[in-house]
């Protein structure tokens, strides 16, 4: 069974950086998509990026040219930086992992000053 664990995000100001980054056990990480999802307070989880086995990225267009995604396969890790941070960046991220669909236990970044 495929688990996903995140670290980092916290607090960052407006215009600043941070990244996720997203570890996944198990030996079927290269076979799935994986990428992030978010979820700011009173609205639903969106997209932020997703990224298949052929590399090919795909981002909402909110975070389009601001946030990069990557996935290590030595290292089983799918990051995620993300630069120009926005108040309205802030929110709980998700990593995502499918098929089948599987969530990890999310990690919150807030951005303020």
């Known amino acids: 069974q495929v688990q996903l664990v995140e670290s980092g995000g916290g607090l960052v100001e407006p215009g600043g950086s941070a990244s996720v980054s997203c570890a996944a056990s198990?030996?079927?990480?290269?076979?799935?998509?994986m990428g992030w999802y978010r979820q700011a307070p009173g609205k639903q989880r969106e997209l932020v990026a997703i990224?298949?086995?052929?590399?090919?990225?795909t981002y909402s267009d909110s975070v389009k040219g601001r946030f990069t995604i990557s996935r290590d396969y030595a290292k089983n890790t799918v990051d995620l930086q993300m630069n120009s941070l926005k108040p309205e960046d802030t929110a709980v991220y998700y990593c995502?992992?499918?098929?089948?669909?599987?969530w990890g236990q999310g990690t919150q970044v807030t951005v303020s000053s």
């Open positions: 995502y992992a499918a098929p089948p669909t599987i």
């Open positions: 198990g030996s079927i990480f290269t076979s799935r998509v």
């Open positions: 990224i298949p086995p052929n590399g090919i990225k």
